[in-house]
């Protein structure tokens, strides 16, 4: 046993990790090569054996504050942005986004501050049908994806902004949308159903009372 | 998108209206294709009250919105089914609210349906309010931006190649037993068949005078490999059979296993 | 002309130029997200009036050397880029698991068992010439390497088996490896392919088909 105790020492020190100053240089340069938020996962892949990305990005990000470019979080994924105070700088820069309509608009705002979301609680908080191409323009933006299925009659699919809606707006997770505790407190994002409609929904009610809770806390709540 | 402007009072039946406010309201009938529903020219008209949404006066609400329907009617425009459904719905909403509850009457009361629909009005207004607070925020190539150059990450693609000690041993093994391996091919090259050696005997024997071993028939390179060998003398054997049969040859063998002997029979 | 003097005094106080931090800062944001290298000059186009780009590029320069990420002149523009010693992550290496081929298990298993071997010797026991390709697998692979010369003409060199391959296999050392009896006994001897069921022709098989063939000559003619 004490030998290979040892062993396993060695095999250890043969693989030590570089430094922690080497190691925010690696997620600073990673970071900074790609367009799109890299997760502490991958970055942890892509460093040498023992890295600990987590840790080198708690000091590189406190490097780049107040800087012209900024360490972000988003999801559970990092990246470098500009400084948002010098948009100025930047016209040439600008990418022209696609214009949404409103129902677009709308629609997205519901499946973010309401997810997991099934389209027909989307028709519901908007009292009017939500066409295919609303839907399929937010999917193709790769702002919202198919969440779980709903455990209610018919298992509807639900839906769910991604690493990209939050990249877009710069938040750091959904649990940051603006305005998202007031809403929650004046009880805006309950989800509460017509009175008289109760009865008829029968036994799988509860199931959807339970299941929206746990979506919503999984989603909203660490 | 916003087909109604401004929040000013709609409400036609009033005799002293300004040529704008008449304009505005002319504007709500018009566009109803420009509304989002009869949701949105519920909250559209909600705003007309001037009051917080949450102490909206659904009754009034009703009222205007019967009014809205009546006056898109007089104007012939086609109004979609579900602004009829919400006219009906209401309708039924205003008696309820305006009769004294009957006892008698199951489901919600009408307090509990106005509620209900205010409450739908305010989180549909709160929705919006969201969505515009959203896409204020700065966003990403527009506000803050990317990488004006990211660097691919080159993939690169390794093979690992593995194989077992089994793999190992067997292929080993596989090696040293060729040999073994040999019976289960038919080799051609080591066959001397019957055809063959009939065939070489039938031009030989002309010239067999004196008793011949059989054996010296059998062909040059056939004599040394013990497999081919045995393969030839056998055909040779049985080729001599054949023609000592027909007649052709005689054959002798002076005790077991001595040479077997073979010459032309004297026709 | 003093008035003239006056009045350009007071448009650039107007315009005053923002600190040199703040013009570092704008120098890094513009670089970062800019598609190409950009020159002093559209630096200074695009930064407020009264900027000093080249000054504000010293400062930067000097901030990022030794970092993750340096500023980099590219003809007369400047560019930010990854720092060179880094590029290693900027590999992403994926492993696909192959199974050696038969040549090169047939191969190794030689030269396992008959250590220190030429390729001579190899190819005497296997009926066929052993490939470049077969040896330098197993050379990179680290399981073989050579050995020491043999003596005899031409002194040809040996191939033994490596720490890793005894490794690989869970040998202590290559006499542990069975014998022949053992395989036998172990009825590895016996598994012989019936008639008609060689082994399927695939990667590296064409050794094989050469031994086949070229064995076979060898075997029963002169």
């Known amino acids: 046993m004490a030998e290979l105790d040892n062993d396993v020492e060695q095999e250890e020190s043969l693989f030590e990790a570089p430094p922690v100053a080497e190691q925010e240089r690696m997620v600073e340069a990673i970071l900074f090569a790609s367009a799109e938020p890299v997760s502490v996962k991958e970055l942890n892949a892509r460093m040498p054996h023992g890295s600990d990305a987590a840790e080198a990005l708690v000091h590189l990000r406190k490097r780049y504050t107040g800087r012209g470019v900024n360490v972000i979080k988003v999801g559970d994924a990092w990246a470098m942005r500009t400084a948002p105070d010098l948009s100025f700088l930047m016209q040439k820069e600008t990418v022209e986004t696609r214009k949404l309509s409103r129902a677009a608009i709308e629609t997205l705002a519901i499946i973010a501050y309401h997810q997991p979301v099934t389209r027909a609680e989307i028709e519901e908080i908007r009292g009017v049908s939500v066409s295919r191409g609303t839907v399929d323009q937010l999917l193709e933006m790769e702002w919202i994806r198919f969440g779980r299925r709903k455990m209610t009659p018919g298992r509807p699919v639900t839906f769910v902004v991604t690493q990209d809606f939050l990249d877009h707006f710069g938040l750091e997770s959904a649990r940051d949308l603006p305005g998202l505790k007031e809403l929650r407190s004046a009880g805006l994002l309950d989800n509460r159903p017509p009175p008289g409609t109760l009865p008829k929904m029968g036994e799988g009610d509860e199931d959807v009372a339970e299941q929206t809770e746990e979506g919503q806390s999984e989603l909203f709540e660490d | ?267």
Do not use: C
């Open chain 2, 1 to 267: 998108m916003g087909a109604f402007m401004g929040d000013d009072d709609f409400q036609e039946d009033k005799p002293s209206l300004s040529v704008i406010e008449r304009l505005d309201a002319e504007a709500l009938i018009i566009d109803v294709d420009g509304f989002e529903g009869p949701l949105d020219v519920l909250l559209t008209l909600g705003r007309t009250q001037k009051v917080d949404l949450i102490k909206i006066s659904i009754l009034q609400l009703a009222r205007q919105y019967l009014a809205f329907v009546e006056k898109a009617k007089t104007l012939r425009i086609e109004l979609a089914a579900d602004y009829l459904v919400m006219a009906a719905w209401l309708a039924f909403l205003k008696s309820r609210l305006l009769l004294p509850p009957d006892p008698d009457e199951e489901g919600p009361s009408g307090e509990e349906l106005a509620a209900h629909l205010a409450f739908q009005l305010e989180r549909l207004q709160a929705m919006r309010d969201a969505a515009a607070r959203l896409m204020a925020r700065d966003r990403l190539g527009r506000d803050f931006f990317a990488r004006g150059i990211p660097e691919d990450v080159t993939r690169v693609k390794k093979v690992n190649y593995t194989a077992t000690l089994l793999d190992l041993m067997q292929g080993y093994s596989r090696l040293r037993t060729r040999d073994e391996f040999r019976p289960f091919v038919m080799d051609r090259d080591a066959v001397y068949t019957l055809e063959n050696a009939l065939e070489r005997m039938r031009g030989l024997i002309g010239y067999a005078g004196n008793w011949t071993n059989i054996s010296s028939y059998i062909p040059d390179g056939w004599d040394k490999d013990p497999m081919r060998l045995r393969s030839a003398t056998a055909s040779t054997f049985a080729a001599s059979l054949e023609l000592a049969k027909e007649g052709r040859v005689e054959l002798r063998q002076s005790e077991t296993f001595a040479p077997i002997e073979l010459r032309a029979k004297e026709i």
